[in-house]
């Protein structure tokens, strides 16, 4: 059983940034693949971006490569989101996810989330113009 709780959101003005975190509970946190992931308010929950289990490979949505940037620390149990140069539309709840058997680069590809091993509770992210 992994247990993930999410932190570091909040209010920013458009062009700021935040620094989301992830903490994972237990001794494997190594051995998942983990994922971010934001649902804004009337839509569907979307991909963001996800990392492999030693961190050495990402994988990012069009609407956020080149802004925000994933990585993890396996000592820590935590996986990090990094948000720069924020918009408007940025705006959502962000939940981390862990999966122990699917690649990191098929989280950006499936739309179908039922199927993840673990999810935390989410962060509200607001971007005020």
């Known amino acids: 059983q992994v247990h993930l709780v999410e932190s570091g959101g909040g209010l920013v003005q458009a062009g700021g940034s935040l620094r989301l975190s992830c903490a994972a509970s237990?001794?494997?946190?190594?051995?998942?693949?983990m994922g971010w992931f934001r649902q804004a308010p009337g839509k569907e929950r979307e991909f963001v971006a996800s990392i492999t289990r030693s961190g050495s490979n990402t994988y990012y949505a069009d609407s956020v490569k080149g802004r925000f940037t994933i990585s993890r620390d396996n000592a820590r149990n935590t996986v990090y989101l990094q948000m720069n140069s924020l918009k408007p539309e940025d705006t959502a709840v962000y939940y981390c996810?862990?999966?122990?058997?699917?690649?990191?680069?098929?989280?950006?590809?499936?739309?179908?989330?039922?199927?993840?091993?673990?999810w935390g509770k989410g962060t509200l992210v607001t971007v005020s113009s």
């Open positions: 996810a862990a999966d122990r058997l699917m690649p990191a680069q098929t989280m950006g590809i499936i739309t179908d989330y039922s199927g993840m091993d673990y």
């Open positions: 237990g001794r494997t946190f190594s051995t998942y693949t």
